[in-house]
């Protein structure tokens, strides 16, 4: 196999040696790999890119996921082997690795849009891009074969890099000036093409969400709601300011290093932390490219930096950059209300899924009821959304449905035939607690135009998903309704899926425990012999046969080991006997557990 030199090695020996292309042609003939059969390594659910309205890639199963560094996955162990420093095989190895093809996580609307990048490639007046370029700081001129491996991707795939920047083009201007307010190197405004691709609606398996990709629990220490209306995580300009945040606490925590934060970033403080320590215990040098890091975080830098020199020199890589103007492309419009946002966007005079990709925080059909009460507006339609929607009569900002009590009815119930929530409906009518009387009127907010009109709306975007998902492989529905004692592992056992795709296919994690009551929608291949579950939505036969066990702690007993002896998940025997995680348990304490007793000895 040719072993990668790098770019400027490849130059100098160029010029000393004329035969060198007729080398590079011999090594081809006699089946090398040649330096254009590179593809990038480790692209994953949220560092490959998730195409929006210029999808084109196909689904896949088999994606690798992230992550992200709070306080909890900051303390997580990684198998040894995986902290070893990049050695030579290692490289050899990323050099073979193809991108994976990954899921896209918005309905597709074809590639239309992607026919009118090459005429605004980068002009020679008035782009971003030398902006960018002047705010680099960080250091470029690395000569490293982690770097270059991702570069040489980067630089063989050109419709990749126009599509990703057609989707950043509405934020990136902003995102620099924010960059720039803080005085931080210019480099960090390319960390979502790392992290998403910029597609704010990526969503990875470890529950990382928007273009940086916050988990929930990162999120929520930085100031991110989440909510059944919103998701600020997905929010291009509240996650952008708490991701910047969040990245100059990681360069104070490290000592100014940027790298280090930047590690951190991707896999947590506390990883990083050790790793240091554990080279300064060896007297190994501490800087990033000797830790011993996990293999995910190893190749995450060299992403970053490999964009930013690409960016910084890109007729040297013989590509060519977006021409984003170095103006503003949108403006945000503060309202006082909840709005619907079909009328939001008839107001602004664009569509509804144009509104959402500027807005991708709302989740539902309308704006949230207690805020934020901000909109993002192209700017060129903010001046004429400000007139309408002052013009715009309070009564019509929000349709109202006046719905009589009926016996049976509760604030839940009411709630999902409305699709909305019990909180805005006690907000609405007045209601404390959860007591309400037949034959008296509630006001309930509902959505101007049908579900599907809302194409964006979180509902929609899954059943778009998944309807794409059973188109493209042909698969069969199930509905299973979850009952006491089901596991993840059980039903993918049941159902012959991984459990990994339970989760992708329900928008859960892995580790999410199941709530009893909740249907899950399983998509299962015709020519697989299947044994449905009675709560399944066919034909029932007891596959797994679930027996109550009432088990007394012992000395020395732990939730790991009861888990592992009876095989079934900690989160599950939690959520069976309401327990505090954080808790020891103690001799004589009795535990219910819901056992398959064929897969127990």
Known sequence: MLKFASFNRVTRFNRVNPLFPLILLIFSLTGCSTLSNLEIPYISENTAEHDSALQTEDLSDQIETINKGDENNSDSSIDGESFVPANSQELAELEKEAEQPVENSLPGTGDSDETAVTSELEPK???????????????LALDNRRIDVQLHWYAKNQKYLDRLFVRAKPYLHYIVAEVEARGMPLELTLLPVVESAFDPFAYSHGRASGIWQFIPGTAKRFGLQQNWWY??????????????DYLQYLHRFF??????????YN????????????NRKKNKPTDFWNLRLPRETRAYVPKLLAIAKLVNEPAKYNVTLLGIPNEDQ????????????????????????????????????ASPPDGPHALVIPIEKAESFKQA????????????????IQNGDSLIKIAKKFNTTVDAIRQINNIRGNLIRAGKPLLIPVAAR??????????????AHLAKASANTRLNKIKHKIKRGDTLWDLSRQYKVSVKQLAKWNAMSPRDPLKPGRTLTIWSKPNKKITLAANSSSASSPALQKKKLNYKVRSGDSLYLIANRFRVSIDDIVSWNKLNPKRYLQPGQKLTLFVNIASVD
């Open 231 to 244: 998701d600020g995580r997905r929010d291009v300009i509240a996650s952008t300011r708490a991701a910047l």
């Open 389 to 404: 929607f002052a013009e715009l009569p309070k009564e019509d900002r929000v349709r109202w449905e006046r719905y009589q």
């Open 330 to 365: 949108i403006k945000i419009v503060d309202i006082d209300a909840q709005i619907d946002l079909a009328q939001a966007a008839k107001l602004a005079g664009i569509n509804v899924k144009e509104l959402y990709l500027l807005n991708p925080g709302f989740n539902r059909w």
């Open 125 to 139: 007046h008035d782009t971003i891009w030398p902006r960018v370029r002047n705010g680099f700081a960080l250091d």
């Open 450 to 463: 049908g579900e599907d009109y809302y194409a964006y709306s979180a509902p929609e975007r899954l059943q």
């Open 255 to 264: 000592d100014g290093d940027w790298l280090h934060a930047l590690a951190a």
């Open 267 to 278: 896999s947590g403080e506390g990883t990083v932390q050790r790793a240091i320590r554990y």
